[in-house]
Each structure stands twice: as C-alpha cells, then as structure tokens.
C-alpha cells in the first residue's frame, strides 16, 4: 500500500514544475496550463491528506477547486483568444495592453 508520504512527494514535484512554468515560459498558454498543473497537485495534497485523516472534507473541497479552475480555464482561454486575434501573438512580454 502507498503510503500518504508518496502522495504528497509527488504533489510537491508537480506543484514545482508548475511554478517553474510560469516563471519560465512566456507562452500565455503555457502559463495557464501550468497554473492548472500546480492547483492539481494541491488537489492531490487535498484529496492524500482526506484520506489520511478518514474525512471526507478534502475530496469535497477539490470538486469546488475543480470547478472554479474550469471557469478559469473557459474565460482565461477567451481572454487569451481574443489577445491574439488584436495582436497576433500570446507572448507576454510581447502584449502590453494596460500600458498607456
């Protein structure tokens, strides 16, 4: 049997690769599907530590999280849509809309 310890291992491994994708990467894509990468590994933390501690509270917690991420994913990705058909690129270093 695999031991909690294991879990959260992995989680932490997951949720590095995700913060070195948004420090890294300039691809707005990319950033968002490493955000998604890092609130992942935190469900997974969730959902280790509930079964940890025989509660149920994590795993209802993560389907919150879940939903919201979806949301975020759905008008991140329009944002991002209509960027590139303004300016014609999703680098960004290369969008400066608030800039005056």
């Known amino acids: 049997m695999v031991g909690t310890a ?3 291992y992995v989680a932490a491994i997951l949720f590095g690769i995700g913060v070195l994708g948004v420090l890294i990467r300039r691809n707005a894509i990319v950033i968002f599907m490493s955000i998604e990468l890092m609130l992942n590994a ?3 933390t969730f959902v280790a530590l509930s079964r940890q501690l025989q509660s149920i509270d994590g795993q209802i917690f993560v389907f919150f999280v879940m939903t919201v991420a979806a949301a975020e994913v759905a008008v ?3 944002i991002i849509i ?3 058909r ?3 690129t999703v680098h960004v270093d290369e969008i400066h809309l608030l800039r005056g």
């Open 42 to 44: 935190v469900n997974l």
């Open 76 to 78: 991140g990705l329009a």
């Open 82 to 84: 209509s960027i590139f």
């Open 6 to 8: 294991y879990y959260l």
């Open 86 to 88: 303004l300016r014609g």
